[in-house]
């Protein structure tokens, strides 16, 4: 069994480390996106708190029969670390610690699996002014949004507030596994980007539809009226559980 990885968590409180990407949710997305970052970011911090199951094995490539019930991030940091620096964050991404533990980032790679965690993500990023590369999936469908602070469209551009449901999110919609790590490897190679300072990507949602093998890529731009950079956090409270 390989031994758990030291937990270098940057949560409030405790010293933060500059690192290339910031890796949010350790999931079907989250996944791929690292492995392909290994060898191209030359550090990685990785945040989830979730422990490995049976479900996830189809569509999360880093996790075997062996790893379950262990922390997301330790299994995560064991395949990576022979390849680039790693820090594990267990935790819970949150109102009160989301900026702290995205902060010292120079991209951060969201791949969470429920919209109002996207959001936290989204905004606590841009108060930092530090790119996002946004990832979803759901069925056959995978996208990918690269956001850049400073002169172009946020998050919430494109979508205003958290809907009320998640109707359609791969939780409830289910998603087909090819499709994931397809969409990760896409969210890698924009992360990849920005780190060499390319941000032609920034504002276009990129479209993947497994049935068709169809790609699509549209441009969107500021929407007039947001409050973008002085829009605040998500509430406090446990709305991304």
């Not at 606590?124 to 995978?142: D, E, F, Q, R, S």
């Not at 990849?192 to 049935?211: C, K």
Request: net charge positive; charged share 25%; aromatic share 4%.
């Amino acid at each position: 069994m390989v031994p758990a990885a030291p937990d270098r968590s940057c949560a409030r409180g405790r010293g933060v480390s500059d690192v290339d990407v910031v890796v949010v949710g350790l999931g079907g997305l989250g996944c791929p996106a690292a492995w392909a970052l290994r060898l191209g970011a030359r550090s990685l911090r990785l945040i989830d708190e979730d422990r490995v199951e049976r479900s996830n094995l189809h569509r999360q490539i880093l996790f075997r029969e062996t790893d379950l019930g262990r922390r997301k991030v330790d299994v995560a940091a064991a395949a990576l670390s022979p390849f680039t620096r790693v820090e594990v964050v267990a935790e819970h991404l949150a109102p009160e610690n989301a900026e702290a533990l995205l902060r010292g980032a120079r991209v951060v790679v969201e791949g969470t699996d429920n919209l109002p965690a996207k959001f936290l993500t989204s905004d606590a990023a841009w108060k930092l002014a530090i790119p996002v590369v946004h990832g979803a999936c759901a069925g056959w469908v995978g996208t990918v949004l690269p956001v850049v602070p400073g002169g172009g469209a946020c998050y919430r551009c494109l979508f205003e507030e958290p809907p009320e449901d998640e109707a359609g999110s791969c939780v409830t919609a289910g998603v087909f596994g090819p499709v994931t790590s397809l969409t990760g490897a896409l969210m890698a190679a924009d992360a990849l980007r920005l780190l060499r300072g390319d941000a032609s990507n920034a504002g276009a949602v990129a479209r993947y539809d497994g049935r068709t093998q169809r790609f699509r890529s549209s441009r969107f731009g500021r929407r007039p009226g947001c409050r973008c950079a002085t829009q605040p956090l998500v509430p406090q409270g446990d709305l991304t559980r």
